[in-house]
């Protein structure tokens, strides 16, 4: 039976100690090697505008594979989440160093994010009103429990 078995090893990747260079000749295409940066400089960089333009001419490979908007657009969402990139800087970037195209996914990445806080305000708001409403309840119960009605 132990023959049948699998045997998967993992290998961990510590992407902290790489250089840029070393992680860019990567056999793993643009979108993997835009990926890789992403993870390893987004989450601590102190100046994430500065980050990003230095990923300017890989965003750009990325957006003219086929599913280019849809791995930009991910990057871009990212790199909001994780840091505080000051917004009307990254979209002067994208402008000036890609193109229309790569305006087109940071506009869809805002609109995503939009998308994203609506509905989680409409959640917060939804949990405060069920909280008020129980709250309501509890206190007609306790008021209502000695109180009988004819």
Known sequence: MA???????????????????RLRVRAIGHVGIL???????????????AVFEKLTDLISEVLSAPSGMEAST??????????????LVIRELLQTKVGQRAVEAY????????EQGRAE???????EILSK????EVRCAVIGSGTTFA
């Open 3 to 21: 023959s049948l078995m699998p045997d998967f090893r993992y290998r961990l990747d510590d992407l902290s100690g790489q250089s840029d260079e």
């Open 35 to 49: 990926t890789l940066l992403s993870l390893q400089r987004f989450p601590n960089a102190s100046n994430p505008e």
């Open 74 to 87: 991910a990057v871009l969402c990212y790199l909001f989440k994780v840091s505080d990139p000051e917004p």
């Open 107 to 114: 506009m869809t990445t805002a609109d995503r994010l939009k």
């Open 121 to 127: 305000g409409e959640a917060k708001g939804r949990a």
């Open 133 to 136: 409403l129980f709250n309501v």
